[in-house]
């Protein structure tokens, strides 16, 4: 149901069934390594190139996740996920491997929350059972398409932020309330494109910022809460920079987030000795850090109701080249323990 401008309702409160979290060797070492179900000591994963290497991390998590529920590929109606890479190759040829239908989403590093607003739009208004739904990133790969090569060896200013390798995906279909209590996606707000006019491809979370600030405000516009009614709000990859900025135009508009009750995945996956610059980021950093280390500290009753919030920069190679400013967009989900 549309609920003011931007935000959908879930009244039949769609359920994560099951999740499947895989990571790399930078995240086997972070301080949410026990939150993933399987990680890999490289980044080659036994395949000739990092973006075959990712399409093994996206089958890798999809598998965990069906074993979780005992289902096979055929109980599935649509597979919903994306990523960065080119033309979405690593998920694309990852559903040409489960065929299950599918969908390809491309919201840069917001495409995880894409992908669960649909995923829980499609379940809520029985469009489909149960969804396969997703994103992930690859460090190297994405370091080579919209950077430079990790074997070139260029140094990077302290605002850049470490792109995570993993896979998060979830299973979501419909659960009746009988079974025990859940996590369920019970809104989605979709955001807008902002352009702040910043072109520095190394200044992401300060780029992205208000695009999440403006989502969030909307979300609590749309259906009449404030910022009380979640124990926590997530945002995707703003890190170091992009956090205290989002904090400062909360401030401005008089929305009252505490300091304390605003996370952001970015600098929840790595340890601060980690050498990541200003933090995480990537599709899969919202995706691994909710999939895995939220859901399960809602399992444990640490939090009741999180909104979390995926910021995206949806500037390509060819747009930089071409001395175009960063467009930004932010999509919000919020998920409770019902």
């Known amino acids: 149901m549309l609920t003011g401008t931007q935000t959908w309702t879930f009244p039949n409160h769609p359920a994560i069934l099951s999740t499947g979290v895989v990571g790399g060797p930078f995240e086997k070492n972070g301080p949410l390594k026990e939150d993933f179900d399987k990680c890999f000591d490289d980044l080659w994963i036994e395949q000739n190139s990092y973006e075959k290497a990712q399409k093994v991390l996206i089958e890798e998590a999809v598998q965990v996740a069906l074993q979780k529920q005992e289902l096979k590929e055929k109980d599935i109606q649509f597979f919903i996920g994306g990523d960065l890479i080119n033309q979405i190759t690593p998920t694309s040829f990852a559903a040409r491997t489960n065929q299950i239908p599918y969908l390809g989403l491309f919201s840069a590093c917001a495409t995880s929350m894409e992908s669960l607003a649909l995923t829980a739009f499609l379940v809520n208004y029985m469009g489909a059972n149960k969804v396969v739904t997703g994103a992930s990133s690859h460090n190297a790969a994405t370091e080579k398409q919209f950077r430079y090569p990790t074997e070139y060896g260029g ?39 902002m352009d702040l006019g910043i072109s520095d491809p190394y200044n992401m979370g300060g780029a992205m910022a208000p695009a999440a600030v403006d989502t969030i405000e909307k979300h609590f516009q749309d259906r009449s809460i404030d910022p009380g009614y979640y124990d926590l709000i997530v945002t995707g990859d703003l890190a170091k920079i992009g956090r205290p900025i989002a904090l400062e135009l909360f401030q401005q508009k008089g929305i009252n987030i505490r300091e304390e009750q605003f996370k952001d995945c970015g600098l929840l996956i790595y340890d601060e000795n980690q050498p990541v610059q200003a933090g995480g980021s990537g599709p899969a950093c919202s995706a691994t850090v909710l999939y895995g280390h939220l859901l399960n500290e809602m399992k444990k009753g640490t939090y009741k109701r999180i909104l979390l919030v995926a910021t995206g920069a949806l500037l390509s190679p060819l747009s930089f080249q071409q001395k175009e400013t960063i467009p930004c967009i932010a999509h919000a989900c919020s998920i409770e323990y019902l």
Do not use: H, M, Y
């Not at 302290?158 to 998060?168: E, K, S």
């Not at 019970?186 to 955001?191: E, V």
């Open 155 to 193: 140094q990077k200013p302290p605002t850049a932020q470490w792109t995570v390798t993993g896979a998060g995906f979830a299973i979501v279909g419909k659960s009746d309330s009988s079974k025990g209590p859940l996590p369920r996606v019970t809104s989605a707000t979709i955001g807008k494109v």
